[in-house]
Every structure is written in C-alpha cells, then in structure tokens.
C-alpha cells in the first residue's frame, strides 16, 4: 500500500472552510480550496453579499463537485415544470424547494438576500427546520431552470425527484398545539378560581360567589372536557372495540368520572368539584404526547426508489436530445445517460464509456465497467463520460423496483402504541376496577351514602397520570439525545424495538465500508520515486474518475513533468510520453493487448517505458472504529452479514460476524430476514442502499446509515450519521437504559397511587388533596427521568463529538 | 363585592383575548417554523429592499 502522505499546510478554504490542499485558488489575498468556491466568492462580493461571511465564519457549501450543464434541461419541460409550483400564472412563479445543504444562519440570509442576486427573483422565504425555501420569481426575466443552476451555483441544490412532486403540503399537526393551548389556558383560569376553596372558603368568600367561581370552573372545563382531551376518548373507545385495555382507557375513564362528579357537585351545590385537576391533568397529558413527538422534519423515512430516480431523462430521438419525464419513457427508447447520473431502468449499452457504480443498488463495491450490449440494470450511477443506452423494461418493473412489488412494502405499519405501556396498562385497568368493586361492596356495608363518593375518588385517583408521561417523556429524552449525537429516529416505538433486538444484520457496501472512499491499492512491483514522478504526471492531466483515484494514492507533489503526446482514449486508456519514457495505463486489452481475468473487474494496468509493472486494483476502506465496534456488539448480539458483493474478502470479515453471507439479491436479503423472524428472532437491519430497502422495511428496525442525512436514504425507522458508525454499541446500550428508566418511573407512579388510593377508599380525597397529588405524581416523574436519562447519558456518551451538525 | 363580578370579568376578557391572539397565532401558521424567525430577526436589514407590492399581493393569493 502506498504511504499516503498529507502535507502540512494549515490554510482553510475563505468560503466552504476545508483545507486547502494542492489545487489552492488565491484571490485578493484570500485562499479557496477550489476554483468552484473562490467563483461563489467573488460572485457574492461583486453583489455586495458578504454578510454571508460575517454571519458564520466560513459558512460555503464545498464546490470540488460541480453539477454538469445539462443537468437541469428537463426543467424547461412544461410537463415537468408545472406540477413543482406552488402558484404560477403569466409573469408571476411561486416555489418551494427542497435543499438539503441549508445549515446555517448565513443561508437563511444569503437565500432571503436573493433578489440581489438576480432582479427576477421578488423574494425568498426559508423554512430552516424542514430546510425548504419558497420563492417567488418573475417567469418572464427568470426560468426554472435558470434559478435552479443560479442556486445550484451558490452551492445551495435543490432535490428535485419525483416523491418530492408528490408530497403534498404537509402542515405541522396543529391541532395538538390548539389543544394544548386551551388546556393550559383553561388549567390556569381554574386554578385561580379554585383557590379559595384551597383556604378556609367558608371565612374568604360568601357562598353566593363560590356558586359563581363554580359555575365559570365549569365553563371553562368544557372545552378542554371536549375538545382537549377529545383523543383520549377516540383512543380508548378504539382499544375497547378491539376488547383490549390500552392506556388510554383508564386516563378516559378518569377525565369522564372527574368531569360528571364536578358537574353534580357545582350543580347540586354540594362541593367544588375537581375542575382544576381535570385540567390539569389534560394539560400535563398534552405535554407528554407533545414532547414525544419530536420529528426531523427535513429527514425522510419513507422513501422508496421514486426518490432516487430523476424526474427526467434524456431521450436521443432521431439524432436530437430532449428531455421526458419519467413516466413517459418506454421500452425501446434511446437514452443519454450524463457522468453522474443514474441510469433509470435496465437498459442495453449501445455506445460510450461505461463505467457504472451499482454501490448503492447491488452492494458491488468497484464500479463496473461495460462494454457495448451488455445489460446495464437500472439505479446504477455512471461514472466519467456519457453513454447511449436503449431501455429494455419499463422503469417500474427493472431488477432493482421489482422489490417494491414485494408484500412487505404493502404491509400496513405496527401499531403506534408502546407495548410495553399497553401491557402495563392492561393489568392496571383490572386493578382499578377490582378495586372501585372492592370499595363498593365495603361502603355498601358501611355507609351507603358514601359509595358514589368513594367510588368516583378512586377513579379519579387511579387515573394513571404519572403513568402515561412517564413513556411519553423517557422517549421523548431519548430521541433529542440520540438527535444529538447523530442517530435520527422516527419516532418514539423506534427506541423500544432497539431494546428488543437480539441479531444484528450488516449490509457490507456503503455500511460498514466507506461509501465513496475507493481506494487504489497497487499489486506488483513495487514503484520507485522515480516512476511514481512519471505516473503521477500523466494521471494529473486527466479528468477520468479511476485516475484522480491513483492520483490521490501516489506521493503529493510528485507531478513534476510535463507530459507529452498526451493521449487519452475513452474507456481504454492513457498513453503519454514523460521525460523521454512512454507511459501507459489502462484497461487490460489496451495496455497488455489481450483480455485478462474476468470481466467487469476494475484494474488498471501500468506500463513504463514497455515494462508492464502491475495494475491498480480498487478497495473500500472500513468504517474507523469498524473492528471495535464489532467486538463490542458480538459480546451482546449474533451478527450477520449481507453483501451483494462477492466474497473476496470474506476471510477479512470471518472474525467479526457470526453468519456471512455474499452475492445476496435485494430479495433474498428481504427473505433472509424473513427467516431469521419466522425462526423467532427479533433482527435490527442496519443498511445503505436501495438494495438494503427490502431487508430494513422487513426487519423490526431498520436503520439506514447516510453520509449525508439529508439526501436519500431508503425507508427506515432510524437514520444514522455515518460519522457516527463507532456509536452504534452506546446507541443500542442506552435504547434499554431507557426501557429501565420507564420501568422504574411506572414503579414510582404505582406508588402515587397507592398513596391517592388510600385516601380515596377511606373517602377523604378532598379537591385539595387531589390538586396536590395529581400535578405533584406528575412533576417528580418529570423529574426523575429527566435526572436519570441525563445521568445515565453523561455516563454512556462521554465524550461529545464535536463534528455535530444538527445543533 | 360586587367589584369582583367586574374585576372577574375584566380579568376573563384579557385572558380570552390571549386565547384568542394564540388561535389566531396558531391558525396563521406561527407554529410551522419556530427556528427561522430567531434568526432571521438578528439579520442587520439597512440594505434589505422592502419586498414588492407585488409580492405582497401574491402572498396574500396563495395563502
């Protein structure tokens, strides 16, 4: 393996920040990493923008990777065009784009600052946490497609796919918040209106106004009776149609008993009634269920296919170009697939380099070369020049979107609710019942004017308050810590399926290697300095991917002469003449001139001065952390393996799983987990690609692992920052400290109720006690596990990392 | 005493009108976003053009 070494030299890039290396851009004294960055630079600077430097320091999204031309022809199409607009009439264009780069304040500046940039542009609105950004332009001094490249420029790229198209607009739940809202407003009104009933009433106020304060409590404890705590009621009217006790149950149970005993009591005269605990426990309720739901509103969990594709294609009819969408393009048709892009559906290669990367669809990790009529499968990404291709099945029926058409995806989702609290909530409905029965058939004995009264108390109390936020909060904790620390989850369920799973399955490509790190490894005699000079030299002059690979490999700054002859034949080779000695590499036919090994493999063959030296061959480098991280999950998990990849490194790998398995389909990942269930299993997936999209929708949790959280990850229940790989043990360790952490809080909410219920059964539950107990159980649950989660999470994440990027 | 009917009152009629500010609030789609408009009020806006007439009325269409 060639030493790879970095030179020193400490200066960051004025405009995305990283380190300059080689190819430095010096302009007005300031230095960029890349021609792309210093090019936004000076553009902002000649419109007078440079607040978006001063905002954050260094704030630019990296330009090395600039988009092709052609990229965004298809935005002319009107087919296309139309469906993407928000309002559109004669002159006047209102859109909402999706851009993932948005992350910091400068970009809400530099983006609402638009219309700076370019007079069509009238305004610019972003939306920082779904990362979108509405603008409205003028159509007749602006084109889509010109404001799209005009973004694109600035580094900020809009995802423009075909789910996309299809999301509606989805608003924010507001009706929780509404509910909240009136809760909170009503729990305080009623709270300062119960007060004097908390003091001696008889001495503070006339019973003439005691009448009136109960009167306006009751007023205000029909709205939240009604609609706050209206979910409540839905909820556990639907458990008992299934004949099952969900939590919801007894909490419905007690806000009804809470809210009929006031009433009789305000109406009849006889007592205060409990409207000020009747909203305060809808009010604490909402909070929980609120604090729960925290969503990543710019991450995706539900993505298929349909957002990795284009929107268009390029479709070669009688010699012309034009875009199509989609949907409209046919078998039979001729298309131009661009470096960079993905081929839609299987196709036959009819002319061009192909050099295709099926990382994210088969799991082959070393992008793919093809020679003419050989079938291509759609999904796979070309890499360097274009090619010509002629669609052979129509996009949704390839190798790759058949998988869609597989059970799973037309699966309704498990239910929402805990099992854990529908099981705990389950025994406690009985108790509860047993027990009102209990105090009944006692007071019957007793004193039979007080059943009514002992009865409703403990219902009242019973109601399992502390219970349901103890879930509700421990998860809610979780999710912003995990959040955090680079692991996104879906929503709360996600937690208690990590703590249920005992088999982990492993997806290699893209999972536990690196995604686009290819790394050259040389397979002969080793290089002298010399020839290293010669071959780095030559590689420098060219724009092929395989090249800049090698490049990165051979000593930095070793590119000392200046090739001649330079000639570079697309898909075979380069051959250049260097300080008087030729220098070729390339394909095996065209530097050794005959065919060698199997096909489709990558090597690049290196001959100096008519020596033939060795080749390059392609490698993915291992996560960091990877071998740790599977010592540590082997003591605890079986693990698995699945590579659509062959097994050359199989014996590599041996050490750190316990079942490997090599050249898996996406459906026969799909079925291995289908097995390992039926076996009676509970298997976490943790995948990249497509081809991992069966396996992750089958498995109890899918995790999908991104480079960029932002841009398409398949459908999952988790997304986990790649950077984050290493975590992946504290992760699962911490899913069941937090189921301990709600055992225990149910625990302690059981022993509130012990308390209540022994002054409900010996009929002394006085308003004041209730409005005591309630919101205190409430407050010390909140307590402790806001306490033990930190504690806990101080323990386990020691160190924070801080390359965060979702603060 | 009867001062308090009317302190009640007064008291109920301010804290409606919050409820009411808040439905409002809630119902114009303040909650939608709760990051941007912290930042976007640090934003230094001497150079910043008043967005057009037009735009305005457009807003207004498509709301």
């Known amino acids: ?119 069509g542009i009238l305004h610019a609105h972003v939306d920082f946490p779904k990362k979108k950004v509405s603008i409205t332009f003028q159509m007749e001094q602006l084109t889509l497609r010109a404001l799209v490249e005009l973004l694109s420029t600035l580094g900020y790229e809009p995802e423009i796919n075909l789910a996309t198209k299809a999301i509606q607009k989805t608003r924010t739940d507001t009706g929780l918040i509404l509910k909240i809202g009136i809760a909170g407003f009503c729990f305080g009104n009623t709270m300062l209106l119960s007060l004097p009933e908390y003091l001696d009433a008889q001495a503070l106020i006339s019973p003439e106004y005691k009448q009136f304060f109960g009167y306006l409590n009751l007023l205000l404890a029909v709205p939240v009776f009604f609609y706050s705590a209206s979910d409540y009621f839905m909820s556990a009217w639907k458990g008992l149609r299934q004949r099952f006790f969900n939590i919801d149950v007894p909490i419905a149970l007690g806000i009804i008993v809470l809210f009929t005993r006031s009433v009789f009591e305000i109406i009849s005269g ?81 002319e061009g380099d192909a050099l295709i990367d099926y990382s994210f669809v088969t799991g082959e990790s070393v992008p793919m070369k093809k020679d003419a009529n050989d079938l291509v499968y759609a999904g796979g ?150 020839e290293a000079c010669l071959l780095a ?75 033939v030296k060795g080749y390059y061959s392609l490698e993915n480098t291992y996560r960091t952390h990877f071998p740790q991280v599977m010592r540590i999950l082997r003591k605890d998990y079986k693990t698995h393996l699945l590579s659509g990849d062959n097994d050359r490194e199989k014996e590599k790998l041996t050490p750190y799983f316990s079942e490997l398995h090599f050249d898996q389909s996406p459906v026969d990942k799909l079925q291995y987990l289908q097995h390992l269930e039926e076996q009676g299993a509970y298997p976490a997936m943790i995948g990249d690609g497509l081809n991992d ?14 480079d960029q959280v932002y841009h398409f990850s398949p459908a999952c229940d988790a997304i986990l920052h790649a950077i984050q790989f290493s975590r992946l043990p504290t992760y699962l360790q911490f899913s069941k400290t937090s189921m301990r952490i709600v055992k225990t809080a149910f625990g302690l909410s059981f022993l509130y109720n012990l308390v209540g219920l022994s002054f409900a059964v010996s009929g002394l539950l006085t308003p004041l006690v209730a409005a005591i107990l309630m919101p205190l159980s409430s407050v010390s649950i909140v307590g402790f596990i806001t306490l033990a989660v930190n504690i806990k999470a101080r323990s386990l994440f020691k160190k924070p990392d801080k390359n965060q990027f979702f603060s | 005493m009867s001062a308090l009917y009317l302190l009640i009152g007064i008291s109920l009629f301010v804290a409606v009108s919050f409820l009411i500010a808040f439905l409002w609030a809630s119902g114009s789609g303040q909650y939608e976003d709760d990051y941007t408009p912290s930042v976007r009020i640090l934003f230094d806006e001497k150079l910043q053009e008043k967005p057009d007439q037009q735009t305005k009325e457009l807003n207004q269409i498509t709301e």
């Open chain 1, 537 to 611: 030299s030559v590689v420098r002059n060219s724009l092929h991917p395989l090249s800049q690979i090698i490049y990165r490999t051979l000593p930095v700054n070793s590119a000392t002469y200046h090739p001649e002859n330079f000639n570079e034949v697309p898909g075979q080779g380069i051959c250049a003449l260097v300080d008087g000695k030729e220098v070729q590499l390339g394909s095996d036919v065209f530097v050794l001139g005959e065919k060698q090994g199997e096909p489709g493999s990558t090597k690049v063959y290196v001959k100096i001065d008519g020596m």
């Open chain 1, 270 to 350: 006889t007592g205060a009634g409990y409207i000020d605990s009747l909203t305060g426990l809808v009010f604490f309720l909402l909070i929980g269920k609120w604090y729960q739901s925290k969503t990543y509103q710019a991450l995706s969990y539900d993505r298929d296919y349909q957002s990795y594709f284009p929107v268009a294609v390029t479709v070669i009819d009688r010699g012309e170009e034009k875009s199509v969408p989609l949907q409209q393009v046919q078998v039979g048709d001729q298309l131009l697939v661009r470096h960079q892009e993905i081929i839609p559906a299987d196709a036959i290669l009819l």
């Open chain 1, 1 to 119: 393996m060639t030493a790879l070494t970095i030179e020193k030299i400490h200066v960051h890039c004025e405009h995305c920040g990283d380190l300059c290396g080689q190819e430095k851009v010096v302009w007005h004294s300031h230095y960029f990493c890349c021609q792309g960055c210093q090019t936004v630079y000076e553009l902002l600077h000649e419109n007078e923008l440079n607040t978006y430097y001063q905002l954050e320091s260094k704030p630019g999204i990296n330009r090395k990777h600039l988009p092709g031309s052609q990229k965004y022809t298809y935005l002319a199409h009107p087919d296309i065009m139309a469906p993407l607009f928000d309002f559109q009439d004669t002159h006047l264009a209102k859109i909402t784009l999706f851009i993932p780069a948005i992350h910091c304040s400068s970009c809400i500046w530099l983006l609402e600052n638009l219309h700076r940039l370019h007079e």
């Open chain 1, 693 to 706: 999209a069966g396996a992750l929708k089958q498995s109890k949790l899918g995790i999908a692992i991104a």
């Open chain 1, 381 to 530: 990404r070309q890499i360097g020049s274009s090619m010509q291709i002629e669609v052979q099945k129509p996009v949704s029926n390839s190798y790759l979107t058949q998988l869609w058409n597989q059970e799973v995806f037309r699966k309704e989702p498990d239910s929402k609710v805990s099992s854990l609290v529908n099981a705990v909530s389950k025994y406690f409905t009985w108790g509860i019942l047993a027990l009102s029965m209990v105090t009944a058939v006692f007071w019957f004995f007793t004193d039979s004017t007080l059943i009514m009264k002992t009865v409703t108390s403990v219902l009242i109390v019973a109601c399992p308050c502390a219970l349901a936020l103890a879930a509700p909060f421990t998860f809610g904790h979780t999710i912003r810590l995990f959040g955090k620390f680079g692991l996104y989850l879906k929503n709360a369920e996600a937690i208690e399926k990590m703590a249920k799973a005992d088999q982990l399955v492993f997806d290699k490509t893209g999972t536990i290697t690196h995604t686009n790190t290819h790394y050259a490894v040389f397979v002969g005699k080793r290089l002298t300095d010399y």
